[in-house]
Antibody, heavy 119, light 108 residues
């Protein structure tokens, strides 16, 4: 079955970077895109960006431009999201989700990765 | 881009129907038939319930339906069940994407 499995929880200090992975299985990785969505504690969902697994094209949320980089490794069907210059308000659960190439919805989602930013 | 507007909470009794609204603008909900809805139980990842305004993925109960009028999309759940108690989020493609603030559904 289609599945996205994310890397484990991380604890980082302010100013550090974090890189979260999302390993896909059960489908042709390069036929879809991957979006990243985060959810701060007790808050709603925030779209962070999208990457095409076909050609690596990206589109990032304006507020994260310059701090976020999304990449893929087609040899391992894995997507990555790196966030730099971490601040306390980056503390959140980070989700990856598959995006249909000609579609605009997210399905399925990874299990989520908690990133805690604390001194 | 501003988040789409959803009511913070709605409630209903088992067997009843409820509707959750999602209000955007002519730049997002009003411009594209690309509204999707997600259900999220506590501590779990979101799950796709509706896409392209009114389409249901395989495996999602037909008690869930979606619609849109102008800049407002709606999710209706009929025959409420205890398991429907969760947070619900709307999302619209808006070059790129924007989510609603979420609605907590309580089944009384």
């Amino acid at each position: 079955q289609v599945q996205l499995v994310q890397s484990g929880a991380e604890v980082k200090k302010p100013g550090a970077s974090v890189k979260v992975s999302c390993k896909a299985s059960g489908y042709t990785f390069t036929s879809y895109g991957i979006s990243w969505v985060r959810q701060a504690p007790g808050q709603g969902l925030e779209w962070m960006g999208w990457i095409s697994a076909y050609n690596g094209n990206t589109n990032y949320a304006q507020k994260l431009q310059g701090r976020v980089t999304m990449t893929t490794d087609t040899s391992t069907s894995t997507a990555y999201m790196e966030l730099r210059s971490l601040r306390s308000d980056d503390t959140a659960v980070y989700y990856c989700a598959r995006v249909v190439v000609a579609g605009f919805w997210f399905d399925p989602w990874g299990q989520g990765t908690l990133v805690t930013v604390s001194s | 881009q501003s988040a789409l507007t959803q009511p913070a909470s709605v409630s209903g009794s088992p067997g009843q129907s409820i509707t959750i609204s999602c209000t955007g603008t002519s730049s997002d909900v009003g411009s594209y038939n690309l509204v999707s809805w997600y259900q999220q139980h506590p501590g779990k990842a979101p799950k796709l319930m509706i896409y392209e305004v009114s389409k249901r993925p395989s495996g999602v109960s037909n008690r869930f339906s979606g619609s849109k009028s102008g800049n407002t999309a709606s999710l209706t759940i009929s025959g409420l069940q205890a398991e429907d108690e969760a947070d619900y989020y709307c999302c619209s493609y808006a070059a790129p994407w924007v989510f609603g603030g979420g609605t907590k559904l309580t089944v009384l």
